[in-house]
């Protein structure tokens, strides 16, 4: 997020650059483990990684906690009004549920306003969980309308 900001502060966004929307894309991407060797430590890459309250809601629903190899990324890209875009988020998954699509991009958005950036859209496409993450914002009414489009 402090790349992004500086970023956009680099390239002299005006006020309005800073208002925009939230683009989200799942894409799979191949199954793979590796370890990774940073300074005094290392870690795995291509477990699941969406964050430690989706870690918690599916331990308390399952009742254990595991994790498992990732075939799914969530990207989570800014692209403001005035054309300044930038993926700022990527989270690695079994494809997302829509609760788990409600806890990530609601932080998402919070993580973008504590820098400066206002989401005041929400792009993806029209898959059944995307359809139904809308359906958790909107409960006492229908966002998609008959040609399957989705309206805030």
Same mark, same amino acid.
């Not at 956009?8 to 894309?25: C, K, M, P, S, V």
């Given at each position: 997020? /402090?790349?992004?900001?500086?970023?956009?502060?680099?390239?002299?966004?005006?006020?309005? =650059?800073?208002?925009?929307?939230?683009?989200? &894309? /799942?894409?799979?991407?191949?199954?793979?483990i590796q370890i990774v060797h940073y300074?005094? =430590?290392?870690?795995?890459?291509?477990?699941? &990684?969406s964050g430690p309250d989706i870690k918690m809601m599916r331990a308390a629903s399952m009742g254990k906690a595991e994790s498992k190899m990732a075939s799914h990324v969530l990207q989570n890209i800014f692209h403001g009004i005035t054309g300044f875009r930038w993926p700022f988020a990527n989270y690695p998954n079994t494809q997302a549920s829509p609760s788990d699509l409600f806890i990530t991009i609601w932080k998402c958005v919070?993580?973008?306003?504590?820098?400066?950036?206002?989401?005041?859209?929400?792009?993806m496409d029209g898959s059944s969980n995307n359809r139904a993450f809308f359906f958790l914002n909107f409960l006492h009414q229908n966002p998609i309308d008959k040609d399957g489009c989705q309206t805030l």
């Open positions: 997020m /402090e790349w992004m900001l500086n970023e956009a502060q680099r390239q002299n966004l005006t006020q309005e =650059g800073y208002f925009g929307g939230l683009i989200l &894309d /799942e894409m799979s991407i191949q199954d793979d300074k005094s =430590g290392s870690s795995l890459v291509g477990l699941t &990684d919070d993580a973008l306003y504590e820098y400066g950036f206002k989401a005041i859209y929400c792009c």
